[in-house]
């Protein structure tokens, strides 16, 4: 066996322990990461593909034709014997993954004012959002036993972390599963502005795709925090867009997280004479609220 896949706690431990497995050396073989997971307490894993380096066989001179001897008799000198040449192992390509050039929103033709109407409350976001309020392609619909996946992945976190919450499947909607957060240490999930909240969500979801891969995402909700900023933000967007209405010009909110974005469409979408519409890119995306044309 010249070859084999090791998960470990880092590199360094996957490599020794795959030495060990195929009898060489770690200096004799070459790593490559195939997956890389760091856990919320610390506790991380990776996995690799150990192989290893084989030398090739040295490349054998060609033997030298045989010199005729000299006009004296004498033979000719031997030419110095030539080292045999040995090739270095190729150096494992390291595959380079480049970003797709960011698509510009231009639903329409208008551009909305730099100056809101009003701005909404600023709300800590993940510098990465894993949802987005325009979904694409066939819809996902949460079925009891993924919100249930969800429910236990999260109970898994409070649990490692030794603290008293519990965890309860509140509401099912399309894609979406809100998991309601109360006892003890539940006060401690939400943070300055839903910053711990907002984070905990983010992890989940990022932990839910890896694993379930069904694209079902988790909306977390602690002592009925996102509840209390649903109402909120309904009647702030609200408001704004009966300003839109009468003055007849778009309105900007400032960037909001894409489960946050989702209140502002839905609170605005059976309003007659006003369409709503997201543009720029996270963790910058705005809803804009606009007459309807």
């Avoid at 770690?26 to 307490?41: A, H, M, R, S, W």
């Amino acid at each position: 066996m010249n070859s084999l896949e090791i998960t470990a706690k880092s590199v360094d431990e996957a490599r020794k322990a795959a030495a060990e497995k195929l009898g060489v050396a770690p200096d004799q073989l070459t790593v490559t990461v195939l997956d890389e997971t760091k856990g919320l307490f610390g506790k991380s894993s990776v996995r690799i593909k150990a192989e290893v380096i084989e030398a090739k066989a040295p490349v054998a001179a060609a033997p030298a034709p045989a010199a005729k001897p000299a006009r004296g008799g004498r033979a000719p000198k031997e030419a110095p014997a030539v080292a045999p040449v040995v090739e270095a192992p190729a150096p494992t390509p390291v595959a380079v993954v480049e970003e797709a050039p960011a698509k510009k929103d231009n639903r329409r033709g208008k551009k909305a004012p730099e100056k809101s109407v009003e701005k909404a409350p600023v709300e800590a976001a993940p510098a990465a959002d894993v949802d987005s309020e325009e979904t694409t392609g066939e819809e996902v619909v949460a079925t009891p036993q993924q919100a249930e996946q969800l429910a236990a992945l999260l109970r898994e976190l409070m649990d490692n972390a030794g603290l008293q919450v519990n965890v309860k499947i509140r509401d099912v909607s399309g894609r979406y599963v809100t998991l309601g957060l109360d006892g003890k240490d539940a006060a401690y999930m939400v943070g300055k502005h839903g910053e711990v909240l907002n984070a905990l969500q983010y992890l989940v979801n990022i932990i839910a795709g890896r694993k379930y891969a069904n694209g079902v995402r988790a909306t977390l909700d602690a002592n009925d925090y996102r509840r209390r900023r649903e109402e909120t933000l309904t009647a702030l967007a609200v408001r704004i867009a009966e300003q839109v209405k009468e003055r007849g010009e778009e309105a900007v909110l400032d960037a909001l997280p894409a489960f946050e974005r989702r209140v502002v469409h839905k609170a605005l979408g059976e309003i007659s004479g006003i369409s709503t519409y997201s543009e720029g890119e996270e963790p910058n995306r705005r809803v804009v609220i606009a007459p309807a044309d």
